[in-house]
């Protein structure tokens, strides 16, 4: 597993730059460290500690065989999060929340097993006993379920953790887990809350 950055290392990757000052969250006024020509600096000792803290989080979860959700609902970050979560096996969100997940995992459990049924009716060739607007159909459904359940396919529960980058896209996420208690891990700026 990864170590948190050194300071120079931070600084360098430009993890202290934050948002205009007139964009900015109250709650976020402990990490600011200053502002400079209308941008929030932040506290880059304050972020190696939080990083700190959850790294070791994972660490520990991963460490007793817990699954961690990736998602993320910022287009630059979808790839290297979908990246990251394919390494290492956990199942990933990317593109658009599913409403759901968490609060109604019956309905979407039963949205994976279609999604699973329709590839494997698709791989074996029993696609071929429909007619061609119906099999069209069959592929746009598939299409569909790919991108909001093909990340999750292997979830056979809720996960212990869920990892977000992109705290302010990801809010209904955010208030999912918080309602069925599933711990929280994610990326934020400082006009985030």
Request: hydrophobic fraction near 40%; glycine fraction near 8%; aromatic fraction near 8%.
């Amino acid at each position: 597993m990864p170590e948190i950055p050194s300071l120079v290392e931070m600084l360098k990757a430009g993890m202290h730059f934050g948002h205009q000052t007139s964009k900015w969250h109250p709650k976020m006024r402990q990490y600011i460290y200053s502002s400079r020509q209308g941008i929030h600096i932040l506290d880059l000792e304050k972020t190696a500690v939080e990083l700190t803290r959850a790294l070791t989080f994972i660490k520990e979860l991963v460490a007793a065989g817990g699954l961690i959700l990736f998602t993320s609902l910022k287009k630059q970050a979808d790839e290297v999060v979908r990246q990251a979560a394919e390494d290492t096996g956990m199942p990933y969100i990317v593109e658009r929340w599913l409403g759901g997940v968490f609060t109604n995992w019956g309905v979407i459990s039963k949205l994976i097993q279609r999604f699973e049924k329709l590839e494997a009716d698709k791989t074996r060739g029993t696609w071929n006993l429909y007619t061609k607007k119906e099999q069209i159909e069959l592929e746009k459904d598939l299409d569909r379920l790919r991108l909001t359940v093909g990340g999750i396919r292997t979830m056979t529960k809720l996960p212990e953790a869920v990892f977000i980058v992109g705290v302010r896209e990801g809010k209904n996420a955010i208030r999912e887990a918080n309602k069925v208690k599933v711990p929280v891990i994610g990326t934020f700026y400082s006009a985030s809350n």
